[in-house]
């Protein structure tokens, strides 16, 4: 799975993808992120890659270690999860 989807003119990215942005931009290894954030390394590559959705358990952590919103997080998770729906219900229906 990827971290950005585009379908109908609509492009959203998951929530690893800023993720990813905002891990290149820190001065923090990977592996001190993860422990940060008190997750496995494994746990963090799922969702930066878009492979795993996010939860409201990490979304709490990530507005704790990073100063913003749990809302902020759910709110990315849920337009890529919203597009990435669509486009898949549009796929059933060419496929039927």
């Known amino acids: 799975m ?4 585009t ?3 609509k ?4 929530s690893g993808y800023y993720l990813e942005e905002l891990l290149e931009e820190s001065e ?6 993860t422990k940060r ?3 496995t390394n494994e746990d963090l590559s799922l969702l930066i890659s878009g492979e795993q959705s ?15 919103s749990a ?7 849920h337009s890529f999860d919203i597009i990435t729906a669509e ?6 229906l060419r496929n039927d």
Not at 11 to 14: G, Q, V
Not at 71 to 77: A, I, S, V
Not at 87 to 92: K, L, P, T, V, Y
């Open 2 to 5: 990827s971290n950005t989807i």
């Open 7 to 9: 379908y109908n003119d």
């Open 11 to 14: 492009m959203a990215f998951h």
């Open 28 to 33: 923090l290894t990977q592996e001190d992120f």
């Open 37 to 39: 954030l008190g997750i």
């Open 54 to 68: 996010l939860s409201i358990d990490m979304a709490s952590k990530l507005s704790c270690l990073l100063g913003t």
């Open 71 to 77: 809302e902020y997080w759910l709110n990315l998770q």
């Open 87 to 92: 486009f898949a219900s549009n796929q059933e």
